[in-house]
């Protein structure tokens, strides 16, 4: 199992990130993807979610309006577009995928939001 988990960086509040997570090695389009975050001294936190076949999400309150998520499964890969960033966003973002008692990681990408 693998991920590539791209798009993280520096971005000024207000801005805009899209993150890349590319997932190799499972069965993809069987399992639900989600985002979490982990800011500083804190616990880690779902952000969004997405069912297998793209059809269900489930935001956190803080990004909904924000963050949208998606994913294709034909380049295995699930997409978190991040606007109207602010400095609360800032967190190491994780790619999780989960079917029944398998459950990966991606390796983070850092996102900092200041000015």
């Known amino acids: 199992v693998q991920f590539v988990e791209s798009g993280g960086g520096l971005v000024r509040p207000g801005g805009s990130l899209r993150l890349s997570c590319a997932a190799s090695?499972?069965?993809?389009?069987?399992?639900?993807m989600t985002w979490y975050r982990q800011a500083p001294g804190k616990e880690r936190e779902s952000v969004v979610a997405?069912?297998?076949?793209?059809?269900?999400?489930n935001y956190a309150d803080s990004v909904k309006g924000r963050f949208t998520i998606s994913r294709d499964n034909a380049k295995n890969t699930v997409y978190l577009q991040m606007n109207s960033l602010k400095p609360e966003d800032t967190a190491v973002y994780y790619c999780?995928?989960?079917?029944?008692?398998?459950?990966?990681w991606g390796q983070g990408t850092q996102v900092t939001v200041s000015a």
């Open positions: 999780n995928a989960r079917y029944f008692k398998n459950d990966y």
């Open positions: 090695g499972f069965t993809f389009s069987s399992y639900r």
């Open positions: 997405i069912s297998s076949t793209g059809g269900i999400t």
